[in-house]
């Protein structure tokens, strides 16, 4: 009788521990799971995900002072007076003269072309600086798509405006690789004679 009363209470031992057991790694389990959702929630650990902060130039609208302005000055080298007109768009524009001529030969052509440059942001003062930073990259840009311009498309406005906005375009590729963000809105001839 003693060894059936053992073999009885030997099964019960081995069962009770496999559910201490399976007990045991469900709350190791539940409590991971509820210390991950809490640190994701930002209730331990320092927080979840920071959220990033938007640092792109900001449109500036006329009258409002712009916190990144290149410093300006007049005639005098005293600072003009900033004053905006009623219509038009509610953005101050701000312009950026570059400071040489730009020559390079036509595609499939004998022609040249010589062009004076402006362009045109309504943000912040950064796409200013960041022009003049980037100057010597975007110029670069800039001869590639004259280069690649064939004479027949500078005989029309239409052909000049798509020739403005590939120009525009390739300042923004320049500015956006090495800043994060573009920020021209036109480029403008300021004089142009092809040959």
């Given at each position: 009788?003693?060894?059936?009363?053992?073999?009885?209470?030997?099964?019960?031992?081995?069962?009770?521990?496999?559910?201490?057991?399976?007990?045991?790694?469900?709350?190791?389990?539940?409590?991971?799971?509820?210390?991950f959702a809490a640190m994701q929630?930002?209730?331990?650990?320092?927080?979840?995900?920071?959220k990033k902060e938007d640092?792109?130039?900001?449109?500036?609208?006329?009258?409002?002072?712009?916190?990144?302005?290149?410093?300006?000055?007049?005639k005098d080298g005293g600072e003009m007076a900033d004053v905006h007109g009623d219509g038009g768009s509610e953005y101050r524009t701000s312009y950026y003269v570059f400071s040489e001529d730009f020559t390079s030969n036509l595609k499939d052509s004998d022609a040249l072309i010589q062009v004076s440059l402006a362009c045109?942001?309504?943000?912040?003062?950064?796409?200013l600086i960041w022009l003049r930073?980037?100057?010597?990259?975007?110029?670069?840009?800039?001869?590639?798509?004259?280069?690649?311009t064939p004479e027949a498309d500078l005989a029309t406005m239409?052909?000049?405006?798509?020739?403005?906005?590939?120009?525009t375009h390739a300042i923004n590729d320049v500015l956006a690789r090495a800043e994060g963000f573009?920020?021209?809105?036109?480029v403008y001839f300021k004089s142009f004679i092809v040959q």
């Amino acid at each position: 009788m003693s060894k059936d009363k053992q073999q009885t209470e030997t099964p019960p031992k081995k069962k009770g521990m496999m559910v201490k057991l399976l007990v045991g790694a469900g709350l190791l389990g539940a409590g991971g799971g509820g210390a991950f959702a809490a640190m994701q929630a930002g209730l331990i650990g320092g927080g979840g995900h920071e959220k990033k902060e938007d640092n792109a130039p900001k449109l500036v609208r006329k009258g409002e002072a712009d916190p990144f302005a290149p410093a300006s000055g007049g005639k005098d080298g005293g600072e003009m007076a900033d004053v905006h007109g009623d219509g038009g768009s509610e953005y101050r524009t701000s312009y950026y003269v570059f400071s040489e001529d730009f020559t390079s030969n036509l595609k499939d052509s004998d022609a040249l072309i010589q062009v004076s440059l402006a362009c045109s942001t309504r943000r912040d003062g950064r796409v200013l600086i960041w022009l003049r930073k980037h100057e010597l990259a975007a110029r670069s840009a800039m001869l590639q798509v004259l280069a690649d311009t064939p004479e027949a498309d500078l005989a029309t406005m239409e052909g000049k405006t798509r020739l403005q906005q590939r120009l525009t375009h390739a300042i923004n590729d320049v500015l956006a690789r090495a800043e994060g963000f573009g920020g021209v809105d036109a480029v403008y001839f300021k004089s142009f004679i092809v040959q």
